[in-house]
Nanobody, 125 residues
C-alpha cells in the first residue's frame, strides 16, 4: 500500500506564501497523476490543482488561478504546491492525492484512490 505524506503547512498572514510538499512511501505507476485538494471546516473537500506525469499539463480551481502553482520533481518523487497571495479563505487542511495515468486530468476526489493525511494551512487576516 502506497502512503503519501504532506509537509509544509502552517500559519501565515494574508498576502504571505507557503510551499507544500508531498512524497509517497515508494515509487509506483499508480501515482502518475497527482493533485491537491483542500477541506475547510464544515465544507466538502474541494479540488485545488492537478498535474500530469511529466508536468506538461496542469489544471487549477478558479479560486486559486494566478496565485497557486502545482509542480513536481520526478527525480525526487515529490509533488509541490506553491501558494502565494494567500487569503483567509484559503484556510483549510490540504491533501495530496494520486492515481494512475489518465487521458484527462481528474478534478474529483472520488477519482483518486491514494491520499495523504493532510496538512493544516491557516491564513490570518
Amino acid at each position: 500500500q502506497v502512503q503519501l505524506q504532506e509537509t509544509g503547512g502552517g500559519l501565515v498572514q494574508a498576502g504571505g506564501s507557503l510551499r507544500l510538499s508531498c512524497a509517497p512511501s515508494r515509487r509506483s505507476s499508480s501515482l502518475y497523476q497527482r493533485a491537491w485538494f483542500r477541506q475547510a471546516p464544515g465544507k466538502e473537500r474541494e479540488f485545488v490543482a492537478a498535474i500530469n506525469w511529466i508536468g506538461t499539463n496542469t489544471e487549477y480551481a478558479d479560486s486559486v488561478k494566478g496565485r497557486f502553482t502545482i509542480s513536481r520533481d520526478n527525480a525526487k518523487n515529490t509533488l509541490y504546491l506553491q501558494m502565494n497571495s494567500l487569503k483567509p479563505g484559503d484556510t483549510a487542511v490540504y491533501y495530496c492525492a494520486a492515481r494512475s495515468a489518465s487521458a484527462a486530468l481528474m478534478t474529483t476526489a472520488r477519482d483518486y484512490p491514494y491520499w495523504g493525511q493532510g496538512t493544516q494551512v491557516t491564513v490570518s487576516s
